[in-house]
């Protein structure tokens, strides 16, 4: 499967190279993944906030953070 970037509909398609890669992943090593990926979303967003909400305490940044990586379900 070749990627092109102009091609939204396959943006949240699984590259056939990478689930070939993932599927010979143990089950830590995929949750391992995983929690670097949340941890690193979790960090770009809360300097996202902090940049567009300069005077806001840490405690309305941690509640904004997690507003949006719940998609607003908290």
Same mark, same amino acid.
Not at 22 to 50: C, D
């Given at each position: !499967?070749?990627? +092109?970037? %102009? +091609?939204? @509909?396959?943006?949240?398609?699984? +590259?056939? =190279?990478? %689930?070939? #890669?993932?599927?010979? @992943?143990?089950?830590? &090593? /995929?949750?391992? #993944?995983?929690?670097?990926?949340? /941890?690193? %979303?979790?960090? !770009? #967003? %809360?300097?996202?906030?902090?940049?567009?909400?300069? *005077?806001?305490?840490?405690?309305?940044? =941690? /509640? &904004?953070?997690?507003?949006? !990586?719940? *998609?607003g379900a908290?």
């Amino acid at each position: !499967m070749t990627y +092109d970037p %102009a +091609d939204l @509909k396959n943006i949240e398609m699984v +590259d056939r =190279e990478m %689930a070939r #890669i993932l599927a010979g @992943k143990t089950e830590a &090593e /995929r949750l391992q #993944i995983a929690w670097g990926m949340w /941890r690193s %979303a979790r960090l !770009m #967003i %809360a300097t996202l906030v902090r940049s567009e909400q300069p *005077h806001a305490s840490e405690e309305e940044i =941690e /509640r &904004e953070v997690a507003r949006r !990586m719940s *998609h607003g379900a908290c």
